[in-house]
């Protein structure tokens, strides 16, 4: 029985599959045209082209920019953010770096959440952590529900300092896994505990609207994958240079995924429940 390594790029016009024979290193490769609409379509033919038995497979790696496509096109489903009263604006005003400062009629990117679904509730945390007011819960299931009936696919929980801080994002979490059990939750204090509202508020909305597009791809991928006799874990890379279990992570790769491949195969992510792009 020969042992294999197959490792799948999705580009805009191939798909590339490399496959390598463990025992000799002989290396060969397969490339068939992409499909936008359904990158695994391509990625199942190259391997049956190629004449893969997935049983024989040892490693399976993949990368692709589904993720950082649906941002580009915004083709999203519907996402929320839960945010402390009084700061849902933030990912609109961001740092108000501009090109020209007072240009007030300049228009910046739209944040990927519009103002309508951006929600908010009475909590507080001061700078050092202290927490000045605890959430209120009442509000937080009447959110729940709202956002509930809204069919929202995924929520992002951003509140004031809780990168110090983020027991009330974990409380705010709960109560909306008690109402949603199936919606994609990220909470900013997990996805990048960080200093500076705009930069942890815009990484976790990013985080939170690819989230479903995401967990949709890996898990349909894994099943077909499976289906055809491997056996072993789908690896996706990231940017961060490594590569990461699809069910565990859903991290997905930049430029820079083959380097780290190469280089020692897996790395820890930097932030463990992120989506990479």
Known sequence: MTKTRVAVDVGGTFTDVCIMDED???IRIEKTPSTPDDPMRAIM???????VDLSDVTMFSHGTTVATNALITRRLPRVAMVCTEGFRDVV??????KEDLWDTYK?????????????TVKERVDAAGKIIQELDVEEARRVAAILKKRDVKAVAV??????????????????????????????????MPEIFEHERFSTTMVNAVVSPVVVDYVSRLSDKLADGGYKRDLLLLHS???GDD???RQGFCGPSGGIGHRGGGHRQPFYRQSVRL
């Open 240 to 242: 961060g240079g490594g």
């Open 158 to 191: 951003c509140f004031i300092n809780s990168y110090v801080n983020g027991e009330n994002e974990v409380r705010m979490r709960a109560i909306l896994r008690e109402v949603m059990p199936d919606v994609h939750i990220s909470i900013s204090s997990e996805i």
């Open 107 to 119: 228009d910046v990117a739209k944040p990927y959440i519009p103002r309508r679904d951006r929600l």
């Open 92 to 97: 609109e005003i961001r740092r108000s770096n």
């Open 246 to 248: 699809a069910r565990k």
């Open 24 to 26: 000799t290193g002989q």
């Open 45 to 51: 033919t190259g391997v049956s082209d190629a004449k």
